[in-house]
């Protein structure tokens, strides 16, 4: 089992629609977490971290995290074409580095 | 520099062949990441620098991979006898402050064994 994981995708949706990226994480000593956008050929970007249980809302974008269930999520709000991109999850456990998932491929229809 | 810069942005190699390859991170940066990026999956860590100290090189997948940041900017990741399961984008990332949560990621080196 993966540390971290993610559904692959590709996941599709309409235009102004809400995205829904999902995630679970196998270690619990994992304090904090984040979601990266990745567009293809390019390097990963970070847009959100989380670090309590609850939501975190920033623009169109909140990040969900629940401990108890060691799941995270990503919902975009009215997504755009411009969202079209891998976003790939990450845990980190306090040690310098991030441990990642497979990524999701979203892709906004218009 | 504005942002971190990797050279080449293109590899390919001969099976068997040595590479090195370079990463220029931001200007004052402490800390300096490597990550190995298969396709279609995730990055996942290699080693990570502190200065010109190597803290953590737990992700080196065999001793064929060796990292080194001699004067604590400039970083090499060299990669001896490559093989074919060598071949991903190898990026690297920088942050200010040592966290890894703050770090800004180059555009990756490109490596292709054959």
């Known amino acids: 089992q993966k540390e971290v994981e993610q559904n692959s995708g590709p996941l599709s949706v309409p235009e102004g629609a809400i995205a829904s990226l999902n995630c679970t994480y196998s270690?619990?000593?994992?304090?904090?977490f984040f979601w990266y956008r990745q567009y293809s050929g390019k390097s990963p970007e970070l847009i959100m971290s989380i670090y309590s249980n609850g939501d975190k809302e920033d623009g169109r974008f909140t990040a969900q995290l629940n401990k108890a269930s060691q799941y995270v999520s990503l919902l975009i709000r009215d997504s755009q074409p411009s969202d079209s991109a891998t976003y790939l999850c990450a845990a980190n456990t306090g040690a310098q580095k991030l441990v990642f998932g497979q990524g999701t491929r979203l892709t906004i229809n218009p | 520099g504005a942002g971190v810069s990797q050279s080449p942005r293109y590899k390919v190699a001969k099976r068997g062949q040595d590479v090195a390859l370079r990463c220029d991170p931001i200007?004052?940066?402490?800390?300096l990441f490597w990550y190995q990026q298969a396709l279609g999956q995730g990055p996942e860590f290699l080693t990570y620098?502190?200065?010109?100290?190597?803290?953590?090189k737990s992700g080196l997948p065999s001793d064929r991979f060796f990292a080194e940041r001699p004067e604590g900017s400039v970083s090499t990741l060299k990669i001896q006898r490559t093989q074919q399961e060598d071949s991903a984008v190898y990026l690297c990332?920088?942050?200010?402050?040592?966290?890894?949560?703050?770090?800004?990621f180059g555009q990756g080196t490109r490596l292709t064994v054959v």
């Open positions: 990332a920088s942050s200010y402050e040592g966290f890894v949560t703050e770090a800004f």
């Open positions: 620098f502190q200065n010109e100290a190597q803290l953590d």
């Open positions: 270690d619990r000593v994992s304090q904090s």
């Open positions: 200007s004052g940066h402490v800390s």
